[in-house]
Structure formats: C-alpha cells, structure tokens
Nanobody, 116 residues
C-alpha cells in the first residue's frame, strides 16, 4: 500500500501561482509514475500532469506552458507548480501514484480555487 498526502492548495486570484506537494509513504519502492489529476464540480476527474521515474513528463493541453511537474531525487515527492492560474483551474486536485504493474493509489485531494 502507498499513502499519499497532498498540501499546498488554497485560494488564489487569477494570474496567481500555487505549488502543490504530495509525499508518498509505505510500499514506495515499486512506484513508477506519480502525477496530478483534478475534478471540478459536475465534471469527471481529468489528468493534469504525470512524471515517470525515468524522467518523462506528460501534461494536459490545458495546462501546458503554465504548470510544471517535478519530483525529488528520492522520487517519493511530487510537486505541481501552477502559474498563470485561471478560474477554470478551480478543482480538487488529487495526487496519484502508480506501480510498474499498474496498480494505482490516490490521495484525499486538495482544493484549489481561483477567484477574484
């Protein structure tokens, strides 16, 4: 099992920045991909960005050029730097970790609200 704890959400004005963090603990040695997903009210959960242990990254088109995903050297913490935030970025952001075999784990989520 993997436990994921997110932090860093909050209220920010349009154009502002936030940095989300997610720390993994437990059976972390088999984690390959870590990433962020989000779910806005009334919408399905969607991929925001992912980062593999080998260093490859993947971004949703809607966040490319504004968001940056990164991991620490131990590969147990994943960050999401969010710049130029828009109201449409408002959502609950969930951390995700996936084993090489595909089994995935989720954090409890952190609220990001972009509003003036």
């Amino acid at each position: 099992q993997v436990q994921l704890v997110e932090s860093g959400g909050g209220l920010v004005q349009p154009g502002g920045s936030l940095r989300l963090s997610c720390v993994a603990s437990g059976s972390i040695f088999s984690i390959n991909v870590m990433g962020w997903y989000r779910q806005a009210p009334g919408k399905e959960r969607e991929l925001v960005a992912t980062s593999s242990k080998g260093g490859s990254t993947n971004y949703a088109d809607s966040v490319k050029g504004r968001f940056t995903i990164s991991r620490d050297n131990a590969k147990t913490t994943v960050y999401l730097q969010m710049n130029s935030l828009k109201p449409e970025d408002t959502a609950v952001y969930y951390c995700n970790a996936a084993y090489y075999g595909g089994r995935a784990f989720w954090g409890q989520g952190t609220q990001v609200t972009v509003s003036s």
